[in-house]
Protein backbone atom coordinates (compact mmCIF):
# COMPACT_ATOMS: atom_id res chain seq x y z
CA UNK A 1 0.00 0.00 0.00
CA UNK A 2 1.37 3.37 -1.12
CA UNK A 3 1.83 5.73 2.15
CA UNK A 4 0.57 9.28 2.32
CA UNK A 5 2.46 11.55 2.06
CA UNK A 6 1.08 15.11 4.57
CA UNK A 7 2.51 18.51 3.21
CA UNK A 8 1.82 21.51 4.87
CA UNK A 9 1.39 25.13 3.23
CA UNK A 10 -0.61 28.25 4.31
CA UNK A 11 -2.97 28.94 1.68
CA UNK A 12 -3.77 25.44 -0.70
CA UNK A 13 -5.40 26.75 -4.15
CA UNK A 14 -7.25 24.50 -6.87
CA UNK A 15 -6.41 25.80 -9.98
CA UNK A 16 -3.33 26.39 -12.05
CA UNK A 17 -4.76 28.73 -14.38
CA UNK A 18 -3.96 32.60 -14.07
CA UNK A 19 -6.01 33.21 -10.91
CA UNK A 20 -4.30 30.62 -9.29
CA UNK A 21 -0.92 30.99 -10.15
CA UNK A 22 -1.35 34.93 -9.54
CA UNK A 23 -2.47 34.71 -6.57
CA UNK A 24 0.26 31.87 -5.25
CA UNK A 25 2.89 34.71 -7.14
CA UNK A 26 1.49 37.59 -5.44
CA UNK A 27 1.28 35.55 -1.77
CA UNK A 28 5.04 34.72 -2.48
CA UNK A 29 5.78 38.46 -2.77
CA UNK A 30 4.83 38.93 0.74
CA UNK A 31 6.61 35.51 2.16
CA UNK A 32 2.85 33.47 2.52
CA UNK A 33 3.16 29.72 1.51
CA UNK A 34 1.12 28.13 -0.58
CA UNK A 35 0.84 25.13 -3.01
CA UNK A 36 -0.93 24.96 -6.38
CA UNK A 37 -3.21 21.93 -7.52
CA UNK A 38 -3.90 21.60 -11.36
CA UNK A 39 -5.03 18.18 -13.20
CA UNK A 40 -4.36 19.50 -16.75
CA UNK A 41 -0.46 19.58 -17.71
CA UNK A 42 1.43 23.22 -18.24
CA UNK A 43 1.54 22.29 -21.90
CA UNK A 44 -2.49 21.84 -22.04
CA UNK A 45 -3.47 24.81 -20.50
CA UNK A 46 -0.77 26.76 -22.30
CA UNK A 47 -2.27 25.30 -25.96
CA UNK A 48 -5.75 26.54 -24.99
CA UNK A 49 -7.25 29.67 -26.99
CA UNK A 50 -8.54 31.94 -24.92
CA UNK A 51 -9.28 35.63 -25.14
CA UNK A 52 -6.53 38.30 -25.56
CA UNK A 53 -7.83 41.83 -24.19
CA UNK A 54 -6.56 42.67 -20.48
CA UNK A 55 -7.54 46.00 -18.98
CA UNK A 56 -4.67 48.54 -17.99
CA UNK A 57 -5.37 47.54 -14.39
CA UNK A 58 -4.72 43.93 -15.32
CA UNK A 59 -1.45 44.87 -17.03
CA UNK A 60 -0.13 47.24 -13.72
CA UNK A 61 -0.96 44.11 -11.97
CA UNK A 62 1.40 41.71 -14.18
CA UNK A 63 4.03 44.67 -14.30
CA UNK A 64 4.08 45.93 -10.88
CA UNK A 65 3.93 42.47 -9.08
CA UNK A 66 7.24 41.28 -10.88
CA UNK A 67 5.15 39.07 -13.32
CA UNK A 68 6.38 39.94 -16.32
CA UNK A 69 7.23 43.44 -18.69
CA UNK A 70 6.88 41.45 -21.82
CA UNK A 71 3.16 42.32 -22.22
CA UNK A 72 4.41 46.06 -22.62
CA UNK A 73 7.18 44.59 -25.17
CA UNK A 74 4.93 41.88 -27.09
CA UNK A 75 1.47 43.36 -26.36
CA UNK A 76 -0.26 45.43 -28.55
CA UNK A 77 -1.96 48.84 -26.91
CA UNK A 78 -4.97 49.69 -28.03
CA UNK A 79 -6.78 52.83 -28.26
CA UNK A 80 -10.20 52.20 -29.50
CA UNK A 81 -12.40 49.69 -30.41
CA UNK A 82 -14.86 50.16 -33.61
CA UNK A 83 -18.35 49.23 -33.38
CA UNK A 84 -19.63 48.30 -36.90
CA UNK A 85 -23.07 48.35 -38.06
CA UNK A 86 -25.11 49.29 -41.27
CA UNK A 87 -21.67 48.99 -42.88
CA UNK A 88 -20.08 52.34 -41.31
CA UNK A 89 -17.32 51.67 -38.80
CA UNK A 90 -17.81 54.44 -35.36
CA UNK A 91 -14.61 54.51 -33.64
CA UNK A 92 -14.38 54.66 -29.89
CA UNK A 93 -11.72 56.41 -28.85
CA UNK A 94 -10.39 55.23 -25.34
CA UNK A 95 -7.68 57.76 -24.99
CA UNK A 96 -10.01 61.00 -26.08
CA UNK A 97 -13.03 59.29 -23.73
CA UNK A 98 -11.15 57.80 -20.44
CA UNK A 99 -7.12 58.45 -21.08
CA UNK A 100 -7.07 54.47 -20.76
CA UNK A 101 -6.29 52.03 -23.13
CA UNK A 102 -6.37 48.26 -23.18
CA UNK A 103 -3.71 45.62 -24.43
CA UNK A 104 -4.06 42.99 -26.79
CA UNK A 105 -2.20 40.15 -25.23
CA UNK A 106 -3.43 36.63 -25.57
CA UNK A 107 -4.25 34.90 -21.97
CA UNK A 108 -2.03 32.30 -23.08
CA UNK A 109 0.96 34.12 -22.60
CA UNK A 110 -0.52 35.89 -19.14
CA UNK A 111 -0.49 32.03 -18.71
CA UNK A 112 3.18 31.45 -19.81
CA UNK A 113 4.29 34.72 -17.67
CA UNK A 114 2.67 33.67 -14.53
CA UNK A 115 4.23 29.40 -15.36
CA UNK A 116 7.96 30.62 -15.60
CA UNK A 117 7.61 33.41 -13.13
CA UNK A 118 6.30 30.84 -10.50
CA UNK A 119 8.86 28.06 -11.87
CA UNK A 120 11.51 30.84 -11.35
CA UNK A 121 10.79 31.70 -7.95
CA UNK A 122 10.55 27.77 -7.03
CA UNK A 123 6.66 28.19 -6.19
CA UNK A 124 5.01 24.72 -5.31
CA UNK A 125 2.95 24.40 -8.39
CA UNK A 126 1.91 20.64 -9.18
CA UNK A 127 0.59 19.98 -12.80
CA UNK A 128 -1.05 16.53 -13.90
CA UNK A 129 -2.16 16.03 -10.31
CA UNK A 130 -5.58 13.62 -10.38
CA UNK A 131 -8.70 13.24 -7.96
CA UNK A 132 -8.33 16.38 -5.83
CA UNK A 133 -10.72 16.18 -3.00
CA UNK A 134 -11.43 18.94 -0.48
CA UNK A 135 -12.25 18.12 3.03
CA UNK A 136 -13.73 20.40 5.99
CA UNK A 137 -13.65 23.57 3.56
CA UNK A 138 -15.57 25.55 6.63
CA UNK A 139 -13.08 24.87 9.53
CA UNK A 140 -10.08 22.83 8.91
CA UNK A 141 -9.46 22.40 5.65
CA UNK A 142 -7.31 19.48 4.01
CA UNK A 143 -6.99 18.78 0.48
CA UNK A 144 -6.22 15.30 -1.09
CA UNK A 145 -4.89 14.14 -4.23
CA UNK A 146 -2.36 11.77 -6.05
CA UNK A 147 0.48 13.94 -8.09
CA UNK A 148 1.70 13.25 -11.79
CA UNK A 149 4.02 10.53 -10.47
CA UNK A 150 1.08 8.70 -8.59
CA UNK A 151 1.63 9.20 -5.11
CA UNK A 152 -0.82 10.05 -2.33
CA UNK A 153 -0.47 13.66 -0.57
CA UNK A 154 -2.71 15.46 1.91
CA UNK A 155 -2.29 18.96 1.99
CA UNK A 156 -2.95 20.80 5.16
CA UNK A 157 -3.75 24.37 4.46
CA UNK A 158 -6.03 27.32 6.79
CA UNK A 159 -7.24 28.51 3.70
CA UNK A 160 -8.78 26.55 0.46
CA UNK A 161 -8.79 28.68 -2.85
CA UNK A 162 -11.23 27.66 -5.33
CA UNK A 163 -9.57 29.10 -8.59
CA UNK A 164 -10.57 26.04 -10.74
CA UNK A 165 -12.27 27.38 -13.53
CA UNK A 166 -15.74 27.10 -15.17
CA UNK A 167 -16.46 23.31 -14.44
CA UNK A 168 -15.27 24.28 -10.44
CA UNK A 169 -15.47 21.40 -8.05
CA UNK A 170 -14.97 23.52 -5.28
CA UNK A 171 -17.86 25.43 -6.01
CA UNK A 172 -20.24 22.89 -4.93
CA UNK A 173 -18.27 22.50 -1.64
CA UNK A 174 -21.00 25.85 -0.17
CA UNK A 175 -23.91 24.02 0.53
CA UNK A 176 -27.27 24.60 -1.23
CA UNK A 177 -28.76 26.33 1.68
CA UNK A 178 -25.69 28.68 1.81
CA UNK A 179 -25.56 29.89 -1.57
CA UNK A 180 -27.20 31.72 -4.25
CA UNK A 181 -26.50 30.81 -8.37
CA UNK A 182 -27.48 33.09 -10.99
CA UNK A 183 -28.17 32.21 -14.76
CA UNK A 184 -28.53 33.48 -17.75
CA UNK A 185 -28.41 31.54 -21.14
CA UNK A 186 -28.49 32.94 -24.54
CA UNK A 187 -29.95 31.86 -27.86
CA UNK A 188 -26.56 31.65 -29.80
CA UNK A 189 -22.97 30.75 -29.04
CA UNK A 190 -19.64 32.12 -30.92
CA UNK A 191 -17.43 30.48 -33.63
CA UNK A 192 -13.90 31.14 -33.09
CA UNK A 193 -11.12 30.84 -35.79
CA UNK A 194 -7.52 31.76 -35.98
CA UNK A 195 -7.10 32.75 -39.47
CA UNK A 196 -3.58 32.57 -41.27
CA UNK A 197 -3.72 35.92 -43.03
CA UNK A 198 -2.48 39.60 -42.27
CA UNK A 199 -3.97 42.07 -39.76
CA UNK A 200 -7.76 43.38 -41.54
CA UNK A 201 -7.23 46.39 -39.27
CA UNK A 202 -5.28 47.65 -36.70
CA UNK A 203 -8.25 47.91 -33.72
CA UNK A 204 -10.99 45.15 -32.71
CA UNK A 205 -13.84 45.48 -35.10
CA UNK A 206 -17.56 44.76 -33.32
CA UNK A 207 -19.83 44.19 -35.84
CA UNK A 208 -23.63 44.12 -35.71
CA UNK A 209 -26.14 42.99 -39.10
CA UNK A 210 -28.74 41.11 -39.72
CA UNK A 211 -27.12 37.96 -39.72
CA UNK A 212 -25.72 38.61 -36.31
CA UNK A 213 -22.76 39.58 -34.81
CA UNK A 214 -19.43 39.42 -35.86
CA UNK A 215 -15.84 40.57 -34.12
CA UNK A 216 -12.73 40.90 -35.62
CA UNK A 217 -9.83 40.32 -33.15
CA UNK A 218 -5.58 40.11 -34.09
CA UNK A 219 -2.94 38.12 -32.65
CA UNK A 220 0.11 38.48 -34.89
CA UNK A 221 1.03 39.91 -38.38
CA UNK A 222 0.21 36.54 -39.54
CA UNK A 223 -2.40 35.29 -37.56
CA UNK A 224 -5.41 36.98 -36.62
CA UNK A 225 -8.47 35.94 -34.28
CA UNK A 226 -12.06 36.14 -35.45
CA UNK A 227 -15.70 34.99 -34.13
CA UNK A 228 -19.07 35.32 -35.19
CA UNK A 229 -22.46 34.66 -33.77
CA UNK A 230 -24.11 30.87 -34.13
CA UNK A 231 -26.57 28.53 -33.24
CA UNK A 232 -25.28 27.21 -30.07
CA UNK A 233 -25.78 23.54 -31.31
CA UNK A 234 -23.40 24.30 -34.07
CA UNK A 235 -20.22 21.28 -34.83
CA UNK A 236 -17.10 23.14 -35.90
CA UNK A 237 -16.71 20.40 -38.21
CA UNK A 238 -20.26 21.20 -40.50
CA UNK A 239 -17.82 24.47 -41.05
CA UNK A 240 -15.54 24.59 -43.91
CA UNK A 241 -13.28 27.95 -44.97
CA UNK A 242 -15.75 29.10 -47.81
CA UNK A 243 -19.11 28.85 -45.66
CA UNK A 244 -16.87 30.52 -42.72
CA UNK A 245 -16.04 33.54 -44.90
CA UNK A 246 -18.83 33.75 -46.60
CA UNK A 247 -20.55 34.18 -42.98
CA UNK A 248 -17.83 37.02 -42.10
CA UNK A 249 -17.89 38.78 -44.87
CA UNK A 250 -21.70 38.85 -44.83
CA UNK A 251 -21.51 40.77 -41.62
CA UNK A 252 -18.17 42.71 -41.97
CA UNK A 253 -17.68 43.51 -45.02
CA UNK A 254 -18.70 46.93 -46.95
CA UNK A 255 -18.36 50.44 -48.32
CA UNK A 256 -14.93 49.84 -49.17
CA UNK A 257 -13.90 47.85 -46.35
CA UNK A 258 -13.05 44.13 -47.03
CA UNK A 259 -11.60 41.25 -44.67
CA UNK A 260 -8.45 39.86 -45.71
CA UNK A 261 -8.77 36.24 -45.87
CA UNK A 262 -6.92 32.61 -45.39
CA UNK A 263 -6.98 29.29 -44.22
CA UNK A 264 -9.19 29.10 -41.19
CA UNK A 265 -7.21 26.98 -37.86
CA UNK A 266 -8.20 26.22 -34.71
CA UNK A 267 -12.24 26.19 -35.07
CA UNK A 268 -14.30 26.06 -32.01
CA UNK A 269 -17.78 27.06 -31.08
CA UNK A 270 -17.36 28.73 -27.58
CA UNK A 271 -20.46 28.10 -25.06
CA UNK A 272 -22.32 31.69 -24.06
CA UNK A 273 -23.53 31.94 -20.87
CA UNK A 274 -23.49 34.67 -17.84
CA UNK A 275 -23.26 32.81 -14.23
CA UNK A 276 -22.62 34.09 -10.67
CA UNK A 277 -22.02 31.78 -7.39
CA UNK A 278 -22.93 34.31 -3.97
CA UNK A 279 -21.28 34.48 -1.75
CA UNK A 280 -17.30 33.76 -2.56
CA UNK A 281 -16.77 32.57 0.79
CA UNK A 282 -17.76 29.39 3.22
CA UNK A 283 -15.53 29.25 6.52
CA UNK A 284 -12.14 28.64 4.87
CA UNK A 285 -12.57 28.42 1.77
CA UNK A 286 -12.99 31.34 -1.03
CA UNK A 287 -13.61 31.28 -4.78
CA UNK A 288 -12.23 33.84 -7.55
CA UNK A 289 -12.18 34.21 -10.96
CA UNK A 290 -14.20 31.54 -13.30
CA UNK A 291 -15.16 29.22 -10.18
CA UNK A 292 -17.56 31.64 -9.32
CA UNK A 293 -18.57 33.68 -12.22
CA UNK A 294 -18.23 33.46 -15.93
CA UNK A 295 -19.46 36.27 -18.23
CA UNK A 296 -20.24 35.93 -22.01
CA UNK A 297 -16.60 37.00 -24.21
CA UNK A 298 -17.97 39.93 -25.59
CA UNK A 299 -16.26 42.66 -23.94
CA UNK A 300 -13.47 40.44 -22.66
CA UNK A 301 -14.11 40.47 -18.94
CA UNK A 302 -12.94 37.17 -17.75
CA UNK A 303 -9.62 36.81 -17.25
CA UNK A 304 -9.22 40.55 -15.62
CA UNK A 305 -11.98 39.87 -13.49
CA UNK A 306 -10.79 36.82 -12.23
CA UNK A 307 -7.31 38.51 -11.59
CA UNK A 308 -9.08 41.47 -9.73
CA UNK A 309 -10.89 38.77 -7.78
CA UNK A 310 -7.52 37.76 -6.67
CA UNK A 311 -5.82 40.68 -6.29
CA UNK A 312 -8.52 41.52 -3.60
CA UNK A 313 -8.31 37.76 -1.51
CA UNK A 314 -4.35 38.69 -2.15
CA UNK A 315 -4.85 41.95 0.22
CA UNK A 316 -7.22 40.36 2.54
CA UNK A 317 -5.15 36.90 3.30
CA UNK A 318 -2.03 39.79 3.36
CA UNK A 319 -4.04 41.67 5.91
CA UNK A 320 -4.61 38.74 7.63
CA UNK A 321 -1.35 37.07 8.09
CA UNK A 322 0.77 40.34 8.41
CA UNK A 323 -1.74 42.62 10.61
CA UNK A 324 -3.75 39.70 12.40
CA UNK A 325 -6.92 41.33 10.80
CA UNK A 326 -10.11 39.58 9.74
CA UNK A 327 -12.26 42.28 7.99
CA UNK A 328 -10.75 42.47 4.57
CA UNK A 329 -11.49 38.19 4.60
CA UNK A 330 -14.84 38.83 5.94
CA UNK A 331 -15.62 41.99 3.29
CA UNK A 332 -14.14 39.90 0.28
CA UNK A 333 -16.62 38.49 -0.80
CA UNK A 334 -18.91 41.75 -0.81
CA UNK A 335 -15.80 43.75 -2.28
CA UNK A 336 -15.28 41.53 -5.06
CA UNK A 337 -18.72 40.69 -6.13
CA UNK A 338 -19.52 44.74 -6.67
CA UNK A 339 -17.01 44.37 -9.81
CA UNK A 340 -18.62 41.54 -10.94
CA UNK A 341 -21.78 42.65 -10.98
CA UNK A 342 -20.49 45.82 -13.26
CA UNK A 343 -19.01 43.32 -15.86
CA UNK A 344 -21.78 40.78 -15.90
CA UNK A 345 -24.20 43.56 -16.80
CA UNK A 346 -21.45 45.56 -19.54
CA UNK A 347 -20.87 42.10 -21.07
CA UNK A 348 -24.78 40.97 -21.28
CA UNK A 349 -25.16 44.38 -22.63
CA UNK A 350 -22.62 44.56 -24.81
CA UNK A 351 -23.94 41.14 -26.15
CA UNK A 352 -27.40 42.31 -26.48
CA UNK A 353 -26.01 45.51 -28.52
CA UNK A 354 -24.60 43.41 -31.09
CA UNK A 355 -26.33 40.31 -31.56
CA UNK A 356 -29.33 39.47 -33.38
CA UNK A 357 -31.88 37.18 -31.23
CA UNK A 358 -33.00 34.24 -33.10
CA UNK A 359 -36.25 35.02 -33.97
CA UNK A 360 -36.71 38.72 -32.78
CA UNK A 361 -39.48 41.24 -33.78
CA UNK A 362 -39.22 44.14 -36.06
CA UNK A 363 -39.74 46.10 -33.24
CA UNK A 364 -36.29 44.41 -31.34
CA UNK A 365 -34.27 44.71 -34.30
CA UNK A 366 -34.95 48.34 -35.04
CA UNK A 367 -34.81 49.29 -31.10
CA UNK A 368 -31.71 47.84 -30.95
CA UNK A 369 -30.29 50.14 -34.44
CA UNK A 370 -31.47 53.09 -31.59
CA UNK A 371 -30.04 51.80 -28.88
CA UNK A 372 -26.30 51.61 -31.55
CA UNK A 373 -27.15 54.85 -32.72
CA UNK A 374 -27.46 56.18 -28.71
CA UNK A 375 -24.22 55.05 -27.92
CA UNK A 376 -22.47 56.17 -30.85
CA UNK A 377 -23.54 58.99 -31.10
CA UNK A 378 -23.32 60.33 -28.17
CA UNK A 379 -20.16 61.46 -25.83
CA UNK A 380 -21.52 60.27 -22.88
CA UNK A 381 -22.73 57.30 -24.09
CA UNK A 382 -19.32 56.28 -25.90
CA UNK A 383 -18.02 57.23 -22.66
CA UNK A 384 -19.89 54.41 -20.83
CA UNK A 385 -18.55 51.78 -23.43
CA UNK A 386 -14.87 53.29 -23.23
CA UNK A 387 -15.05 53.60 -19.62
CA UNK A 388 -16.25 50.26 -18.89
CA UNK A 389 -14.41 47.99 -21.58
CA UNK A 390 -10.73 49.51 -20.50
CA UNK A 391 -11.98 48.94 -16.87
CA UNK A 392 -13.59 50.55 -14.05
CA UNK A 393 -11.25 52.65 -11.65
CA UNK A 394 -10.87 50.68 -7.91
CA UNK A 395 -13.07 52.30 -5.29
CA UNK A 396 -10.71 51.15 -1.77
C1 LIG B 1 -9.96 37.86 -28.61
O1 LIG B 1 -9.08 38.49 -29.22
O2 LIG B 1 -9.89 36.63 -28.48
C2 LIG B 1 -11.13 38.59 -28.06
C3 LIG B 1 -11.12 39.97 -28.05
C4 LIG B 1 -12.22 40.65 -27.55
C5 LIG B 1 -13.33 39.96 -27.08
C6 LIG B 1 -13.32 38.58 -27.07
C7 LIG B 1 -12.23 37.89 -27.56
O3 LIG B 1 -14.40 40.65 -26.64
Avoid at 58 to 83: F, K, M, P, Q
Avoid at 183 to 211: C, H, M, T, V
Avoid at 323 to 333: A, C, N, P, Q, V
Amino acid sequence: MSQTETVRTQVAIVGGGPAGLMLSHLLATCGIDSVVLESRSRQAIHETVRAGILEHGTVNLLVDSGVSDRVLREGDRHDGIELRFDGESHRIDFQELGGESVWLYPQTEVFADLAARREADGGDVRYGVSGVAVHDAASDPRVTFTDAEGRDVELRADFVVGADGSRSHCRGLIPEDRRRRYFKEYPFAWFGILAEAPRSADELIYANSPQGFALISQRTETMQRMYFQCDPGESAADWDDERIWATLRERVNGNGFELVEGPALEKVVLPFRSFVQAPLRHGKLFLAGDAAHTVPPTGAKGLNLALHDVRMLFEALDSFYTGGSEDLLDGYSERALGRVWKAQHFSSWMTSLLHAAPGESDFDRARRRGELDSVVSSAHGRAYLAESYTGWPDHG
